[in-house]
């Protein structure tokens, strides 16, 4: 029998997970993927006047089957305009066993914690597990969430450098992350000079046109490319994926929007030269980092694996605490 179909706000999610349950949930989700036990994922795109929607929609396969549909706005101005969040919207979670609706809850907390936890997981298989330095590109919210997923899975990370094109913001995060973290975050303009030094370089931004170049991306480093989640997006040099081990969230995706797109339609690399998608790294199907120098590409678009997982974890536990609203839809 239905329980009513349960609203959880946003103050509620934050007290269900912390981050490191996150990592896991994630993990696990990608390791089924890789194990045919998800419900093939779907993606549509919708630009607006003013910004776009993601429509993300997947399934996993368990004890109990759910499935998870996210939409989400991204109007990039709106907290300059309306005092608003630039990204808002609802993941919806169903009995995919037998169609009920489940929950409905908001998403902006769920999007921020499994994207970074997604980069940690990455990080895990494919980043130099001694990694000293890291370049956060974009000092917005992801890029908090993203120093701090690192932190997490790389002990020995102890300095990070803070780039974006809003200089006040870098100055601001720098100062935040070093004593939330309590590591050395220096806030940098040359990128050139900081990606140069890091073993790591996270990209997190709406750019439109990449700025992270080729000559920028030492031997050795890992680079998550995160921000590049609709066609419009991109944020590396395409050449950067030409000759360079390249491992993606899931792969039909990527070729769609991610910075996979842009490097297939530049040329430089053909779709049989990926290298594997994160789930069989994770699975044990592919390697991951088998070498002290080789370039490694994370292309993560963000997928409805990671918000169905996460919705579902939460889900359980709010019905476990009795925290969060049940409404009746049905007569």
């Known amino acids: ?121 990455a990080a895990r298989y494919l980043a130099s597990l001694n990694s000293t330095h890291v370049t956060i590109c974009g000092c917005g919210t992801q890029g908090r969430v993203q120093l701090r997923a690192l932190k997490e899975v790389l002990p020995s990370l102890k300095q990070a450098f803070a780039y974006d094109v809003n200089a006040e913001l870098a100055n601001r995060y720098a100062q935040e992350m070093s004593g939330a973290l309590e590591m050395k975050v220096n806030a940098v303009v040359d990128l050139a000079e900081a990606a140069r030094t890091s073993q790591c370089i996270v990209t997190c931004t709406p750019s439109r046109h990449h700025f992270l170049e080729k000559d920028f991306v030492s031997p050795g480093t890992f680079v998550a490319a995160i921000g590049a989640d609709s066609p419009e997006k991109q944020e590396i040099d395409p050449t950067l994926m030409g000759g ?36 069989e790294v994770i699975a044990g199907k592919k390697p991951g980092r088998t070498s002290l120098d080789e370039i490694i590409i994370y292309d993560a678009t963000g997928t409805a694996l990671q918000d169905t997982a996460a919705a579902s974890a939460l889900y359980e536990r709010a019905l476990q605490r009795g925290i969060g609203t049940t409404l009746a839809i049905a007569d």
Do not use: W
């Open 244 to 279: 360079n081990k390249v491992v993606v969230d899931v792969l039909e995706q990527c070729r769609q929007v991610g910075e996979l797109h842009h490097a297939l339609e530049a040329g430089v690399i053909n779709e049989k030269d990926v290298h594997a998608e994160l789930g």
């Open 1 to 121: 029998m239905s329980r009513g179909l349960l609203l959880l706000k946003r103050s509620e999610i934050s007290k269900l997970m912390g981050l490191a349950e996150y990592i896991e949930v994630v993990e696990a989700a990608f390791r089924a993927h890789a194990e045919g036990k998800t419900l093939a994922p779907g993606l549509l795109h919708v630009d607006a006047p003013d910004g776009e929607f993601h429509i993300k929609a997947g399934g996993l396969v368990g004890e109990r089957t759910y499935f998870g549909l996210k939409a989400n706005g991204g109007f990039f101005r709106n907290r300059e305009r309306y005092g608003l969040p630039n990204i808002q919207g609802v993941i919806l979670l169903f009995d995919a066993e037998n169609g009920t609706p489940l929950a409905v809850m908001d998403s902006v907390e769920i999007t921020i914690q499994r994207t970074g936890a997604a980069t940690a997981v």
